[in-house]
């Protein structure tokens, strides 16, 4: 089992809706998680960080963090072409001071 | 303010020649971090400094591998000898301090033919 799980997609959604990415982690002390977008070509981008369970909202972004069930997961509302690129979920466990990265969802916003 | 700096941003290069990568953390950022990226294996971390001290370099996937940091505001990561298989994308990452967000470089994109 990968540390970091994430399904690869693409995840296909039309412009305007809400995409949801999805992240599971499999080690249960893990306390900071992060998403990272990278467009084709370029670098990892950091776009959000959330360390307590809820929800946590930065402009059409919005992470949620389920620490019992080990899952944490990206909303992007209203979502634009603009936003096409993989979406990377990183996770950092209490002991250690490395980031865990998933594979990465590709995401594809349709005009 | 300027982000973290990575040289050269394309590499070519034959099997068996030296190969060094070069990073320019965030200024004031006191940790960095050294990570490889391929299609098979995604984003790995090779090694990261903390102070200019290596703390793990249990990612450096052999001895071919090495990793430097002189002083607060550069880095370098040597491939000698170099493989095929070493071609990647090498992403330099600092950060303020060992647990804060991470930022990455543009990366080096290595070919070894």
């Known amino acids: 089992q990968k540390e970091v799980e994430q399904n690869s997609g693409p995840l296909s959604v039309p412009e305007g809706a809400i995409a949801s990415l999805n992240c599971t982690y499999s080690?249960?002390?893990?306390?900071?998680f992060f998403w990272y977008r990278q467009y084709s070509g370029k670098s990892p981008e950091l776009i959000m960080s959330?360390?307590?369970?809820g929800d946590k909202e930065d402009g059409r972004f919005t992470a949620q963090l389920n620490k019992a069930s080990q899952y944490v997961s990206l909303l992007i509302r209203d979502s634009q072409p603009s936003d096409s690129a993989t979406y990377l979920c990183?996770?950092?466990?209490?002991?250690?001071?490395?980031?865990?990265f998933g594979g990465g969802t590709r995401l594809m916003v349709k005009p | 303010d300027a982000g973290v700096i990575q040289s050269p941003r394309h590499e070519v290069t034959e099997m068996g020649q030296e190969v060094t990568l070069r990073c320019k953390p965030i200024?004031?950022?006191?940790?960095l971090f050294w990570y490889r990226q391929t299609m098979m294996r995604g984003l790995e971390l090779l090694i990261y400094?903390?102070?200019?001290?290596?703390?793990?370099d249990s990612g450096m996937p052999e001895d071919r591998f090495s990793a430097k940091m002189p002083n607060a505001s550069f880095s370098t990561l040597k491939i000698q000898p170099s493989e095929p298989r070493d071609s990647a994308v090498y992403f330099c990452?600092?950060?303020?301090?060992?647990?804060?967000?991470?930022?990455f470089g543009p990366g080096t994109r290595l070919t070894v033919t």
């Open positions: 990452a600092s950060s303020l301090a060992l647990r804060y967000e991470q930022y």
């Open positions: 080690d249960r002390v893990s306390q900071s």
């Open positions: 959330i360390y307590s369970n």
């Open positions: 990183a996770v950092r466990n209490n002991a250690g001071n490395m980031l865990t």
């Open positions: 200024s004031g950022h006191n940790s």
């Open positions: 400094f903390n102070n200019n001290v290596p703390i793990d």
